[in-house]
Antibody, heavy 118, light 110 residues
Framework: QVQLVESGGGVIQPGGSRRLSCAAS????????MHWVRQAPGKGLQWVAF????????YYTDSVKGRFTISRDNSRNTLYLQMNSLRAEDTAVYYC???????????WGQGTLVTVSS | QTVVTQEPSFSVSPGGTVTLTCGLS?????????PSWYQQTPGQAPRTLIY???TRSSGVPDRFSGSILGNKAALTITGAQADDESHYYC??????????FGGGTKLTVL
C-alpha cells in the first residue's frame, strides 16, 4: 500500500531555513509527480508545490516562489522541500502527496508541523 | 488571482442528501480543471474521495459522487451518516502546473 512519511518539521526562527523530507513506499515513486500541501493552524488546505515524475518541471504557489524549492531523489524514493527565508505565515502542517496521473493529490502522508517563531 | 469558492458551512439530516459545490470567482469550472474532492476530520490527513470530476478513489462508498453542475464542480453525498461530519475541500487545476484549493466546507450532520 502507498505510504508517505514526512519528517524535518520543528521550530525555526523567522528568516531561518529548513528541509522537509518525504519517504515514499508502496508504489513506483519515479513514475509519479508529487505535491507539497500545507495547512496553517485552524485554516484550510493550501497547495504549495508540484514536481514532475522526473524532476524536469517544478511549480510553486506565488507566496513561496523564490524561497522554497521542491526536489526529489528517485534513487532514494524521497521528496524534499527546502524552505528558506521562513516567515511566521509559513507556520503549518506540511503534507506530501502523491499525484494522480490525471488529477491532483491522491495519497497523503500524515504531515509534519513547521512552526516559525522567535 | 482566481479564487476557488466553496460554501463555508452546510448541514444535512442523517439519511439526507447534500450537494457541496466548488466554483471560481471568475469563470466556470469544467472537466479540464480536473476537480478533486477531499474529506478531512480534525487532526487527520485529508482523504481523497473523488478525482478527475467523478472518479471515486479506492474504498470510497458509492454514496459519494462527483459531477459538474452548471458552472461548478459538485460533490453529492446521499444517505448522509454521522461520520460524514467533516471538512470537505476541492482542488482545481489552473493550468501551468498550478493547483488551487477551495476554502473548504464544514459539513454538519444533525
Amino acid at each position: 500500500q502507498v505510504q508517505l512519511v514526512e519528517s524535518g518539521g520543528g521550530v525555526i526562527q523567522p528568516g531561518g531555513s529548513r528541509r522537509l523530507s518525504c519517504a515514499a513506499s508502496g508504489f513506483t515513486f519515479r513514475n509519479f509527480g508529487m505535491h507539497w500541501v500545507r495547512q496553517a493552524p485552524g485554516k484550510g488546505l493550501q497547495w504549495v508545490a508540484f514536481i514532475r515524475y522526473n524532476g524536469s518541471n517544478k511549480y510553486y504557489t506565488d507566496s513561496v516562489k523564490g524561497r522554497f524549492t521542491i526536489s526529489r531523489d528517485n534513487s532514494r524514493n524521497t521528496l524534499y522541500l527546502q524552505m528558506n527565508s521562513l516567515r511566521a505565515e509559513d507556520t503549518a502542517v506540511y503534507y506530501c502527496a502523491k499525484s494522480h496521473p490525471t488529477a491532483g493529490p491522491d495519497y497523503w502522508g500524515q504531515g509534519t508541523l513547521v512552526t516559525v517563531s522567535s | 488571482q482566481t479564487v476557488v469558492t466553496q460554501e463555508p458551512s452546510f448541514s444535512v439530516s442523517p439519511g439526507g442528501t447534500v450537494t457541496l459545490t466548488c466554483g471560481l470567482s471568475s469563470g466556470s469550472v469544467s472537466t479540464t480543471h480536473y476537480p478533486s474532492w477531499y474529506q478531512q476530520t480534525p487532526g487527520q490527513a485529508p482523504r481523497t474521495l473523488i478525482y478527475s470530476t467523478n472518479t471515486r478513489s479506492s474504498g470510497v462508498p458509492d454514496r459519494f459522487s462527483g459531477s459538474i453542475l452548471g458552472n461548478k464542480a459538485a460533490l453529492t453525498i446521499t444517505g448522509a451518516q454521522a461520520d460524514d461530519e467533516s471538512h470537505y475541500y476541492c482542488v482545481l487545476y489552473m493550468g501551468s502546473g498550478i493547483w488551487v484549493f477551495g476554502g473548504g466546507t464544514k459539513l454538519t450532520v444533525l
